[in-house]
């Protein structure tokens, strides 16, 4: 497969699957584009690893996909359509090889059930399966200041906060508690999957601590190049919606799953453009 063929296929998977990130990834320039979509399908693919269960050995699949990781960074594109593209896209923009191994590494705790004890695990788990993800794409939007790095950990810590409280009740279901066990005793929840004040109020406690980190990570966007502006401004702008949504719903996140609408995405994505 030419590198070219592998770009298509990588935009495919991320037209059909990045909910929030495409619509941000078209305010791009299209080498830009075409490189948040190699590093979206194989953020997709380890998802995918880590939650089919239709996959009857898990962990050795995510396992040979560390392997052909490692062989694809040596010069040896492992036979998958979206290792092509990959591979041009991490060198050309020269992004960090270690981020991708902690990628696999995040998704790979979530193979068992997970119970997470204090917000310092539930950071260190952030880090991994979002933090990584910011400090990967600004290579691609291009940054001066060293400062930039901080700022886009903890843009990361406030999207995947922001998913976790989307996704309570599935993931509870999974026996997946990503919110800390002392947060959970000081507000006396005991049931995550029935509505109730403590709750409630867990949720109000857990949405104003990601509302901090978007608010400390905002000063990324002016150290981002000014072209790639646009499409950072986006992608803040459609997860902090989310999370103002799943704030308006009074924190009802069990009995619906809250999305943005694509009519809102396409309004911020217009206003990003302009703004």
Known sequence: MTVQESYAFCERVARREAKNFYYSFLLLAPGQRQAMCAIYAFMRYCDDLSDDESIADRASAILRWR????TAFAGHAPEHALWPAFID??????IPHIYFFEMIDGVSS???PRRIQTFDELYAYCYQVASVVGLTIIHIFGFDSPDALKLAEKCGIAFQLTNILRDVRED??????????EDLQRFHVVNLTERSEPLRELLAFEAARAGQYYRESAPLVAMVHAGSRPSLRALIGIYSRLLDRIVASDYDVLSRRIRVPTWQKIWILLLSRWA
Do not use: G, Q, S, T
């Open 67 to 70: 392997e052909d990781l490692e």
């Open 172 to 181: 509870a279901e999974k026996d997946r508690v990503y919110l800390p066990e």
């Open 89 to 94: 896209a991490v060198a050309r923009y020269n």
């Open 110 to 112: 979530d193979l068992e």
